[in-house]
């Protein structure tokens, strides 16, 4: 009986779940710097503000060392590539969900992200695993579309932002 009764609950879960929408995980933005040192990016100060707030209710700020393991960074010719980690149990990632500035003390230069276009998309629990697109964003009054580029050394693909010393 329980040979029976078994498969067929497993086959009522497979059809119910497969019917189920669930919402889309959000993509974050990757920093490409071009042009710099690596002893230019020692350290890098990222501020995260509320969004839309024109970058004046400043709400985290998180200062991170080059030589941590909160970054990952990879370089290729003269583009250094950083993946902003976790950092005292928060994500630092550039997300959607506010309005950001990276700076870069050795330089003294500050680069501003806002309006992350990112709409929220739904897949079937079938494939759980999505991403909502980034379609722009404004980095320094320029409105910029990302691209979706693989960077292995980093582990996977990333929507990236050239910032240019």
Not at 13 to 20: A, E, I, K, P, Q
Not at 33 to 47: A, E, N, W, Y
Not at 54 to 82: G, H, P, Y
């Amino acid at each position: 009986m329980l040979k029976i009764i078994l498969p067929v609950f497993a086959g009522m879960f497979l059809v119910t779940s497969c019917n189920t929408s669930v919402p889309c995980a959000n993509q974050y933005i990757t920093p490409a710097f071009i042009g710099f040192k690596l002893s230019d990016l020692d350290s890098i100060t990222v501020r995260r503000f509320k969004k839309d707030g024109a970058f004046l209710q400043l709400i985290d700020t998180a200062t991170i060392s080059l030589d941590t393991n909160f970054l990952k960074s990879t370089s290729t010719n003269d583009t250094t590539f950083v993946k902003l980690n976790s950092i005292s149990g928060q994500e630092k990632y550039v997300f959607p969900d506010h309005d950001w500035q990276i700076y870069i003390p050795a330089k003294n230069m500050t680069f501003s992200i806002s309006n992350i276009i990112s709409p929220q998309t739904e897949s079937s629990c079938f494939k759980c695993s999505c991403w909502n697109p980034i379609n722009s964003f404004v980095q320094n009054s320029q409105t910029l579309i990302p691209q979706l580029r693989k960077i292995p050394s980093l582990g996977g693909d990333f929507y990236i932002t050239y910032i240019r010393r």
